[in-house]
């Protein structure tokens, strides 16, 4: 008999939760994937000459959004539609990063 963990990992889920941005947005991001390079277009996009670990650059990624999105929402002189743009498409493709890098459950696996 074999002793088992009893704590469950279970694998990140890829939601946007509490991120809700209009269809054409979403739309333009989920276009976007195709043609996402992560390591060009994420370093350009940090301004950065390395780029991090998968799903480690998830939080910057999403305040930088949250900065971009209440432009918008105020309409601010300021307001790049191509930078929001690129940062849906990087969170999108961080979080799909971040979910292939994680392990798979040990339950799973042995299955």
């Given at each position: 008999?074999?002793a088992m963990?009893?704590?469950?990992?279970?694998?990140?889920?890829?939601?946007?939760?509490?991120?809700r941005?209009?269809?054409m947005?979403?739309r333009?991001?989920?276009?976007?994937?195709?043609?996402w390079?992560r390591d060009?277009d994420l370093?350009r996009?940090?301004?950065?000459e390395?780029?991090p670990?998968?799903g480690?650059v998830?939080?910057?990624?999403?305040?930088?959004?949250?900065l971009?999105?209440?432009?918008?929402v105020?309409r601010?002189?300021g307001?790049?539609l191509r930078?929001?743009?690129?940062l849906?498409?990087?969170?999108?493709a961080?979080?799909?990063?971040?979910?292939?890098?994680?392990p798979p459950c040990?339950?799973?696996a042995?299955?």
């Amino acid at each position: 008999m074999t002793a088992m963990s009893n704590v469950i990992v279970f694998r990140p889920r890829p939601s946007l939760h509490g991120l809700r941005r209009p269809a054409m947005l979403i739309r333009a991001a989920r276009e976007g994937q195709a043609s996402w390079r992560r390591d060009r277009d994420l370093a350009r996009l940090l301004r950065s000459e390395t780029c991090p670990a998968p799903g480690a650059v998830l939080p910057r990624l999403r305040a930088e959004e949250d900065l971009q999105n209440d432009l918008r929402v105020t309409r601010a002189a300021g307001y790049d539609l191509r930078r929001h743009v690129a940062l849906m498409i990087a969170i999108l493709a961080e979080m799909r990063a971040a979910v292939a890098a994680t392990p798979p459950c040990p339950a799973v696996a042995a299955r």
